[in-house]
């Protein structure tokens, strides 16, 4: 894969590269990977204005050079998948429809019917709990309950925080993880 030969010119060497590259990668990233990871890798060798003759880029061969671009690329892509995989471990995601939570993945009649079932459970327990969970899914907003009520906003949300935590550990103990 030498650049150098006669008749060889950059396009016929690129075209090359690319089918080296193509050829490496699939044996190192997923398959539906394989064309953005060699595609970011010749993106990167065609910005460095590489051409046919040229004895070293960076103080390395220029095919040398080209195979530690596709290595940094590859390595790029293994950082992302398992920051994506911490995301989908930690349950956090980039964007709030990347990836559905457990309880999401159920139908929304499933999911609302465990959480009313819940939600009846604590009304013996925690009584005002239930209530505000109850309002909330007849349409209330927050502040309409702080009005309503006449409470004070800051003691409301610490106290439905600690509702909510409550029908978690509830919904834990069912099995629902959310």
Not at 40 to 50: G, H, K, L, P, T
Not at 125 to 137: D, G, I, S
Request: aromatic letters at 8%; proline letters at 6%; charged letters at 25%.
């Amino acid at each position: 894969m030498n650049a150098n030969g006669p008749g060889f010119d950059r396009i016929d060497w690129l075209v090359m590269l690319r089918e080296r590259f193509t050829e490496v990668a699939a044996r190192r990233v997923l398959a539906e990977d394989v064309e953005r990871v060699v595609s970011e890798a010749m993106r990167a060798v065609m910005d460095s204005d590489i051409a046919p003759g040229v004895d070293s880029i960076q103080g390395a061969p220029p095919v040398a050079w080209c195979f530690q671009v596709l290595r940094n690329t590859i390595g790029r892509y293994y950082r992302d998948e398992a920051l994506r995989e911490r995301r989908l471990i930690q349950g956090t995601t980039a964007s709030p429809s990347a990836l559905a939570r457990p309880i999401e993945c159920v139908s929304p009649h499933t999911t609302l019917s465990l959480v009313a079932a819940a939600v009846e459970q604590m009304s013996t327990t925690e009584p005002h709990c239930a209530l505000f969970f109850n309002r909330f899914v007849e349409g209330a907003h927050p502040h309409e309950i702080i009005a309503e009520d006449d409470l004070d906003p800051t003691e409301f949300h610490r106290y439905l925080f600690g509702c909510r935590r409550k029908l978690r550990e509830l919904l834990r103990t069912q099995g629902v993880s959310i």
